[in-house]
């Protein structure tokens, strides 16, 4: 009896704490607001993955970190801040919440968020907003959108120009628009230099489904391909640790896989020794983005309700810094096709259609 | 009568406090502050009208997978299918919201029909599967629950766009939305679903309690044999209190499609309401009006948990496992119980 | 006088309810003891509370002399105390000798030494005449074997003082015969037994000594050779019982169940009801007397539509409906008290006013449209549970918390109050006590006088002949032979029932 009272009154305590909690919270919120002002706060909004994805989310978070170093900013309210979700329904609350916690510029990280910001953007329109992947049409936001055609073609170079087998994989997240871009500037890539290659495309249908890309990549290679291209996010880490087993099983295996998104020559690491099983990454410079457009809102230059791209040209895509497993010979290529693209000289496809016509000028 | 009873409200109170005060531990020995910790987490459930709005808004479809749990549940099945029959609701609902352009007294209830139906369609098939060849339901509801996600989504992609990851949004005439609830809650994405959900436990609730096909049905659930023996049809009442219960997960389905979302996008994995549903069937004990309370808490957690990250720097790892905790311990219930008996002995 | 267990002045209660006030009882060594009560008398609470199960709020347990505190079923263990239980505890897939060992297993380098085992659940086996064989499964022995590996698990573990908890209800009258033996043989090698039981029979038989209790009190404790079934029987009731059921000679009508050529299989195809022919008039008690296993229950399952038959023809009044459904069956006027009241009898989860009503619900007044009116079937509820006698605080209890006869009770009102012409009884008064068997069979006997057919399945003999106006003796499925009640005995019905001898008996009368 003793002790239900106890719990009892522990519990009465703890609800006690936490109403009271409940008010203190209120004031701090209007001693943020009062301290702001003068500095100029930025946040965004991740999708499933979460910032530790080692893909975009990660990326644009290191871009958000930078910028607000730089300007001497604290993470959280008044300087800049993250929020996660933990499924699509969070969207919308998560935006809603960075713009009561008065956020000067809010980004969306993801195709996903889409909706969530274009509602939002109607039901606020004094707040700032902006979309990576995406293109929303408001007058108050942003739509960061990259070339990604464009950098899956220089990888498909690498790849095209590394396979000995003459066969190549590319595994996709979902089957969208998005990675569209991606699968058709890497074949057109691979097929540009290495006419008798033959790409594999198969779909995980998830972005954070590790399991599964790791099936894939288990067929793909007993199938005889040995080079795989992944967009595919988190799903993506399933191909790194399928091919490192591999490796470790026999370290002689000639297998690589090209990460995306970020440098991820870390993450194709082999336990116990110095090598990658990264050949190299499609680097999209989420963070160069991020950073870049912030940059621009502070100075007041805020591009509303226009898309900016990001290709080979603004350096937002390109082949990633690491280049330890790769050959002079192939840095050479894929220097000259980036000049071409650069200059108008080749015209990258970034859908099926236009892969169908590219195809069709390589064959003459 | 009246002890028993107040026993059978106070294990799911004790069990929340419980878990409360575990995700209290968890959260010092990770050290964090959990004053901190649940009062961002009662902040962002009710701490301002936009967070009550969506609140709300997440609560309307656990009462009604928390309904349709419990529905199987009092007539002896095991509904692990709430969630597929959720998904086909959903499409079903976005089918007609985008296919059509009626009047809304006429479309709205065409396409919550629909969900209802849907829903019920895909419970059905473990319904005869069950009352025909006794296979166990469980095993059938599990596999159909990832037919449904491949399927809608493959509709999605074919059917309602053009090899796009999402429908067109519904026209406003099948739309839950309303102008004045998002006003009075500052833009939530609440809708008029809480209305339907409520009527939804209404139905339940009279449906088991008051009628002949009520009476059939629970006493199949609590005995097949003694139902037998009286008369009943056995096998079509399970079939139809499957049908049943997949027609309350169409319908939260639709709150989904019709009210929070507004269309359907390809999916990468479940929706988590649809089981989330069966920790709110346990925790309000497969009563109707328990269902309503069980949902408000799971909505007020769901909601809640997204302001511990920002405002008490707990991160959502966390949350997740002191969500969990929590429904552990109402799952536990039956330990409580004993435990809380024990002490009844021993004060008398 | 030695006692090897004294409990005096036991006092035990539940909150305003005094289970146990100031029970004595003492069991000399060697000798079997009889504990003697109604059902809720208090019988199980002063053996729980040997056991170690309960507590006592007063009194003194004392074993060979010494005054102990049991305060759990281990401690009871450790003095020697066995017990065995009405409802085995058992794990059916694994063997005999794996079950006695359960918790206490012989090691030897880690493992269990399993051929020790078996040798000593042998040797004990052998020594008290059990004959049971330590390597057999659980699931393939009878019943009355079942109960031999409880006896031999208290065995094992050293008990020399044996409690038994009803150990008949579950056994035929051969495997009854069989455990007094055993009884008998268990005493002679010095062991002490207590018996719980409600039948003065038994009593009389195997008991040394008897203690009387009802309604939580003692009421004495008597030498079994100083006294008489009625004597017994006035003392665990309060009041004065009358074995022999009074009852007018029947007025036979009408045939209004016939049964031709009856084929019941089971659901692994072999034949359990074989041309089975049985005829039952209105205004009569036929009696079915058999082993159990021999078909009665598919008989009844078949006749009710629980179970599909085979083939031939079951008239109700000249109409068949065999093969009907059990709702159409029902609705023709047939009332069916189950063998198992548990499992069909009722929903125990329901509140009794809701099983009153479990065939009838659909119909007005009970509902109308598909709404159910509480109203009506409240009063429904309260007629019955008076008319018939059912204690219970009131219609909205749930039938899992009354008794077990007064839960038989409800279903006899229920079936009763349809007034259906053919009324089916299946053990009906199984592991009832005295009283309440008193109160079933008068019930029976009033439908027979007021024209109605009844059919009566019994394994109790003295049911069947005191009940019954005509025998019928079932063997493998077939009705082998049809005896008068007056013109028989236990003995001949024994030896039918066994199959050793047919009687030229006209199968149908």
Same mark, same amino acid.
């Given at each position: 009896?003793?002790?239900?009272?106890?719990g009892?009154?522990?519990?009465?305590?703890?609800?006690?704490?936490?109403?009271?909690?409940?008010?203190?919270?209120?004031?701090?919120?209007?001693?943020?607001e009062?301290?702001?002002?003068?500095?100029f706060?930025v946040?965004?909004?991740?999708?499933?993955?979460?910032?530790?994805?080692?893909?975009?989310?990660?990326?644009?978070?290191?871009?958000?970190?930078?910028?607000?170093?730089?300007?001497?900013?604290?993470?959280?309210?008044?300087?800049?801040?993250?929020?996660?979700?933990?499924s699509?329904a969070?969207y919308?609350?998560n935006?809603?919440?960075?713009?009561?916690?008065?956020?000067?510029?809010?980004?969306?990280?993801?195709?996903?968020?889409t909706?969530?910001?274009?509602?939002?953007?109607?039901?606020k329109?004094?707040?700032?907003?902006a979309?990576?992947?995406?293109v929303v049409?408001?007058?108050?936001?942003?739509?960061?959108?990259?070339?990604?055609h464009?950098?899956?073609?220089?990888?498909?170079?690498?790849?095209?120009?590394?396979?000995?087998?003459?066969k190549?994989?590319?595994v996709?997240?979902?089957?969208i628009?998005?990675?569209?871009?991606?699968e058709?500037?890497?074949?057109?890539?691979?097929?540009?230099?290495n006419?008798?290659?033959?790409?594999?495309v198969?779909?995980?249908g998830?972005?954070?489904?590790?399991?599964?890309?790791?099936?894939?990549?288990s067929s793909?290679?007993?199938s005889?391909?040995?080079?795989?291209?992944?967009?595919?996010?988190?799903?993506?880490?399933?191909?790194?640790?399928?091919?490192?087993?591999?490796?470790?099983?026999?370290?002689n295996?000639?297998?690589?896989v090209?990460?995306?998104?970020?440098?991820?020559?870390?993450e194709?690491?082999?336990?116990?020794?110095?090598?990658?099983?990264?050949?190299?990454?499609?680097?999209?410079?989420?963070?160069?983005?991020?950073?870049?457009?912030?940059?621009?809102?502070?100075?007041?230059?805020?591009?509303?309700?226009?898309?900016?791209?990001?290709?080979?040209?603004?350096?937002?895509?390109?082949?990633?810094?690491?280049?330890?497993?790769?050959?002079?010979d192939?840095?050479?290529?894929?220097?000259?096709?980036?000049?071409?693209?650069?200059?108008?000289?080749?015209?990258?496809?970034k859908?099926?259609?236009?892969?169908k016509?590219?195809?069709?000028?390589?064959?003459k | 009568?009246?002890?028993?009873?107040?026993?059978? &409200?106070?294990?799911? !109170?004790?069990? @929340?406090?419980l878990? $409360? =005060?575990? /995700?209290?531990? +968890?959260?010092?020995?990770?050290?964090?502050?959990?004053?901190?910790?649940?009062?961002?987490?009662?902040?962002?459930?009710?701490?301002?009208?936009?967070? &009550?709005?969506?609140? !709300?808004?997440? @609560?309307?479809?656990? $009462? =009604?997978a /928390?309904?349709? +749990?419990?529905?199987a549940?009092?007539?002896?099945?095991?509904?692990?299918?709430?969630?597929?029959?959720?998904?086909v609701?959903?499409l079903?609902?976005?089918?007609?919201?985008?296919?059509?352009?009626l009047?809304?007294? $006429?479309?709205l209830?065409?396409?919550?029909?629909?969900?209802?139906?849907?829903?019920a369609?895909w419970a059905?098939?473990?319904?005869?599967?069950?009352a025909?060849?006794?296979?166990?339901?469980?095993?059938?509801?599990?596999?159909?629950?990832?037919?449904?996600?491949?399927?809608?989504?493959?509709?999605?992609?074919?059917?309602?766009?053009?090899?796009?990851?999402?429908?067109?949004?519904?026209h406003?005439?099948a739309?839950?939305?309303?102008?004045?609830?998002?006003?009075?809650?500052?833009?939530?994405t609440?809708?008029?679903?809480?209305?339907?959900?409520?009527?939804?436990?209404?139905?339940?609730?009279?449906?088991?309690?008051?009628t002949?096909?009520?009476?059939?049905?629970?006493a199949?659930?609590?005995?097949?044999?003694?139902?037998?023996?009286?008369?009943?049809?056995?096998?079509?009442?399970?079939?139809l209190?499957?049908?049943?219960?997949?027609?309350?997960a169409?319908?939260a389905?639709?709150?989904?499609?019709?009210?929070?979302?507004?269309?359907?996008?390809?999916k990468?994995?479940?929706?988590?309401?649809?089981f989330?549903?069966?920790?709110?069937?346990?925790?309000?004990?497969?009563?109707?009006?328990?269902?309503?309370?069980?949902?408000?808490?799971?909505?007020?957690?769901?909601?809640?948990?997204?302001?511990?990250?920002?405002?008490?720097?707990v991160?959502t790892?966390?949350v997740?496992?002191?969500?969990?905790?929590?429904?552990?311990?109402?799952?536990?219930?039956?330990?409580?119980?004993?435990?809380?008996?024990?002490?009844k002995k021993e004060?008398? | 006088?030695?006692?090897?267990?004294?409990?005096?002045?036991?006092?035990?209660?539940?909150?305003n309810?005094?289970a146990?006030?100031?029970?004595?009882?003492?069991?000399?060594?060697?000798?079997?003891?009889?504990?003697?009560?109604?059902?809720?008398?208090?019988?199980?609470?002063?053996?729980?509370?040997?056991?170690g199960?309960?507590?006592?709020?007063?009194?003194?347990?004392?074993?060979?002399?010494?005054?102990?505190?049991?305060?759990?079923?281990?401690?009871?263990?450790?003095?020697?105390?066995?017990?065995?239980?009405?409802?085995?505890?058992?794990?059916?897939?694994?063997?005999?000798?794996e079950?006695?060992?359960?918790?206490?297993?012989p090691?030897?380098?880690g493992?269990?030494?399993?051929?020790?085992?078996?040798?000593?659940?042998?040797?004990?086996?052998?020594?008290?005449?059990?004959a049971?064989?330590?390597?057999a499964?659980?699931?393939?022995?009878?019943?009355?074997?079942?109960?031999?590996?409880?006896i031999?698990?208290?065995?094992?573990?050293?008990?020399?003082?044996?409690i038994?908890?009803?150990?008949?209800?579950?056994?035929?009258?051969?495997?009854?015969?069989?455990?007094?033996q055993?009884?008998?043989?268990?005493?002679?090698?010095?062991?002490?037994?207590?018996?719980?039981?409600?039948k003065?029979k038994?009593?009389m038989?195997?008991c040394?000594?008897?203690?009387?209790i009802?309604?939580?009190?003692?009421?004495?404790?008597?030498n079994v050779?100083?006294?008489?079934?009625?004597?017994?029987?006035?003392?665990?009731?309060?009041?004065?019982?009358?074995?022999?059921?009074?009852?007018?000679?029947?007025?036979v009508?009408?045939?209004?169940?016939?049964?031709?050529?009856?084929v019941?299989?089971?659901?692994?195809?072999?034949?359990?009801?074989?041309h089975?022919?049985?005829?039952?008039?209105?205004?009569?008690?036929?009696?079915?007397?058999?082993?159990?296993?021999?078909?009665?229950?598919?008989?009844?399952?078949?006749?009710?539509?629980?179970?599909?038959?085979?083939?031939?023809?079951?008239?109700?009044?000249?109409?068949?409906?065999?093969?009907?459904?059990p709702r159409?069956?029902?609705?023709?006027?047939?009332g069916?008290?189950?063998?198992?009241?548990h499992?069909h009898?009722?929903?125990?989860?329901?509140?009794?006013?809701?099983?009153?009503?479990?065939q009838?619900?659909?119909?007005?007044?009970?509902?109308?449209?598909?709404i159910?009116?509480?109203?009506?079937i409240?009063?429904k509820a309260?007629?019955?549970?008076?008319?018939?006698?059912?204690?219970t605080?009131?219609?909205?209890?749930?039938?899992?918390?009354?008794s077990?006869?007064?839960?038989?009770?409800?279903?006899?009102?229920?079936?009763?109050?349809?007034?259906?012409?053919?009324l089916?009884a299946?053990?009906?008064?199984r592991?009832?006590?005295?009283?309440?068997?008193?109160?079933i069979?008068?019930?029976?006997?009033?439908?027979?006088?007021?024209?109605?057919?009844?059919?009566?399945?019994?394994?109790?003999?003295?049911?069947?002949?005191?009940?019954?106006?005509?025998?019928?003796?079932i063997?493998?499925?077939?009705?082998?032979?049809?005896?008068d009640?007056?013109?028989?005995?236990?003995q001949?019905?024994?030896?039918l029932?066994?199959?050793?001898?047919?009687?030229?008996?006209?199968?149908?009368?």
């Open positions: 009896m003793k002790k239900k009272r106890l009892l009154s522990l519990s009465l305590l703890l609800t006690a704490g936490m109403l009271l909690g409940g008010c203190g919270q209120a004031k701090e919120d209007k001693a943020a009062e301290g702001k002002g003068n500095g706060s946040a965004m909004v991740t999708d499933v993955g979460g910032i530790d994805d080692k893909s975009f989310n990660q990326s644009a978070w290191e871009g958000l970190q930078k910028f607000g170093e730089e300007n001497g900013l604290k993470k959280g309210k008044g300087g800049y801040d993250y929020l996660q979700s933990q699509d969070d919308a609350t935006l809603n919440k960075l713009v009561r916690s008065k956020f000067d510029l809010i980004f969306g990280i993801g195709f996903l968020m909706d969530a910001i274009t509602e939002i953007a109607d039901q329109p004094n707040n700032k907003f979309i990576v992947d995406s049409e408001k007058p108050n936001v942003a739509s960061i959108i990259f070339k990604e464009e950098g899956s073609f220089l990888v498909g170079v690498v790849a095209g120009l590394t396979t000995k087998t003459n190549v994989g590319f996709g997240g979902m089957e628009p998005l990675i569209e871009k991606f058709s500037g890497f074949l057109a890539g691979v097929k540009a230099v006419p008798n290659a033959t790409v594999e198969q779909y995980a998830a972005f954070d489904k590790a399991d599964k890309g790791k099936a894939i990549a793909m290679y007993a005889g391909i040995d080079v795989i291209y992944h967009a595919a996010g988190a799903t993506g880490n399933g191909v790194f640790s399928e091919a490192i087993d591999l490796k470790k099983q026999d370290p295996k000639e297998i690589w090209i990460g995306v998104d970020r440098d991820q020559y870390e194709g690491k082999i336990p116990g020794t110095d090598k990658s099983v990264t050949l190299t990454s499609m680097v999209k410079r989420v963070d160069v983005a991020v950073y870049d457009l912030a940059t621009k809102t502070k100075n007041g230059n805020f591009p509303g309700g226009q898309a900016v791209e990001y290709g080979l040209k603004e350096d937002g895509v390109g082949i990633a810094p690491s280049t330890d497993n790769l050959s002079q192939v840095l050479k290529a894929v220097e000259e096709w980036k000049q071409k693209i650069i200059n108008g000289e080749v015209k990258v496809p859908t099926r259609e236009e892969y016509e590219f195809e069709a000028t390589l064959k | 009568m009246n002890s028993n009873r107040l026993t059978n &409200i106070m294990i799911p !109170i004790f069990a @929340v406090l878990g $409360i =005060l575990a /995700g209290a531990i +968890v959260m010092i020995v990770s050290g964090y502050d959990p004053i901190a910790g649940y009062s961002a987490l009662l902040y962002g459930a009710f701490g301002d009208r936009y967070y &009550i709005g969506e609140t !709300i808004r997440q @609560v309307t479809p656990y $009462i =009604l /928390g309904l349709a +749990v419990a529905f549940f009092r007539t002896g099945l095991f509904n692990i299918g709430v969630e597929g029959q959720l998904i609701g959903w079903a609902a976005v089918w007609v919201g985008v296919s059509f352009e009047p809304k007294f $006429i479309h209830p065409l396409a919550i029909l629909a969900a209802a139906i849907a829903g369609l059905f098939i473990p319904g005869i599967l069950k025909r060849f006794k296979v166990h339901e469980v095993i059938v509801t599990i596999m159909m629950n990832y037919i449904a996600l491949h399927v809608s989504n493959a509709i999605i992609r074919s059917v309602l766009s053009d090899q796009g990851f999402k429908s067109e949004k519904i406003a005439s739309s839950l939305r309303s102008e004045f609830l998002q006003s009075i809650t500052d833009y939530s609440l809708h008029y679903g809480i209305i339907i959900s409520l009527i939804g436990a209404v139905v339940m609730w009279f449906l088991l309690e008051k002949t096909k009520g009476y059939e049905l629970r199949v659930g609590f005995n097949q044999h003694a139902s037998h023996y009286a008369g009943m049809n056995v096998n079509r009442n399970i079939v209190a499957m049908v049943i219960s997949g027609a309350f169409g319908v389905g639709a709150m989904e499609g019709l009210g929070t979302f507004e269309n359907i996008s390809v990468a994995g479940f929706t988590g309401v649809g989330d549903g069966i920790a709110v069937a346990l925790l309000g004990g497969n009563n109707a009006f328990g269902i309503i309370f069980a949902a408000i808490l799971f909505g007020a957690l769901k909601v809640g948990a997204l302001e511990m990250p920002s405002s008490a720097d991160p790892e966390l997740d496992i002191v969500i969990a905790l929590i429904i552990f311990f109402v799952a536990s219930s039956y330990l409580i119980r004993l435990v809380l008996n024990r002490f004060g008398k | 006088m030695e006692y090897v267990i004294e409990m005096l002045n036991i006092r035990k209660v539940f909150g309810f005094v146990n006030d100031n029970i004595t009882l003492q069991l000399k060594k060697g000798e079997i003891h009889a504990l003697l009560g109604e059902n809720g008398a208090g019988k199980s609470t002063l053996m729980n509370v040997l056991f199960l309960y507590q006592p709020d007063g009194g003194e347990i004392r074993v060979k002399g010494k005054t102990v505190k049991i305060a759990n079923p281990n401690v009871a263990n450790d003095l020697g105390i066995g017990m065995v239980h009405q409802h085995f505890m058992l794990v059916d897939t694994f063997t005999v000798t079950n006695i060992i359960l918790g206490s297993e090691t030897k380098r493992q269990i030494d399993m051929k020790r085992a078996e040798q000593e659940v042998r040797e004990l086996s052998e020594r008290y005449g059990l049971v064989d330590p390597t499964k659980i699931a393939d022995i009878s019943v009355g074997m079942q109960q031999r590996v409880e031999l698990k208290t065995l094992y573990r050293g008990a020399d003082i044996l038994f908890d009803e150990p008949t209800a579950v056994l035929t009258p051969q495997e009854i015969q069989e455990l007094i055993i009884m008998k043989t268990l005493v002679k090698e010095g062991k002490s037994i207590i018996l719980i039981t409600h003065l038994e009593i038989e195997v040394d000594r008897v203690t009387v009802r309604r939580g009190k003692g009421i004495g404790t008597l050779s100083e006294t008489n079934p009625n004597e017994l029987a006035a003392m665990m009731v309060g009041r004065e019982v009358h074995f022999k059921t009074e009852k007018k000679p029947p007025k009508g009408k045939p209004v169940l016939e049964i031709k050529d009856l019941v299989k089971d659901s692994r195809g072999v034949t359990v009801v074989d089975l022919n049985l005829t039952v008039h209105s205004g009569e008690i036929v009696g079915i007397a058999g082993v159990d296993g021999n078909g009665q229950s598919e008989l009844i399952e078949a006749i009710t539509g629980l179970i599909k038959s085979e083939s031939g023809s079951i008239k109700l009044n000249g109409k068949e409906i065999r093969n009907l459904t159409q069956i029902t609705e023709a006027g047939v069916h008290i189950p063998q198992d009241r499992k009898g009722l929903v125990l989860d329901f509140p009794i006013a809701e099983n009153m009503v479990l009838t619900y659909y119909k007005e007044p009970y509902s109308k449209n598909g159910l009116n509480f109203k009506k409240y009063e309260r007629q019955l549970i008076q008319e018939f006698d059912v204690r605080p009131d219609e909205y209890t749930k039938a899992r918390a009354l077990g006869g007064n839960q038989q009770k409800a279903i006899i009102g229920r079936e009763v109050d349809r007034d259906p012409d053919l089916i299946a053990q009906p008064t592991g009832l006590d005295v009283g309440a068997i008193e109160f069979h008068k019930r029976l006997i009033e439908q027979r006088d007021k024209g109605k057919a009844v059919l009566l399945v019994s394994f109790e003999l003295d049911e069947i002949m005191n009940v019954s106006d005509r025998i019928a003796v063997y493998e499925g077939k009705i082998v032979a049809i005896v009640p007056k013109e028989t005995t236990e001949e019905l024994g030896l029932m066994a199959g050793s001898k047919r009687k030229e008996a006209g199968v149908s009368s």
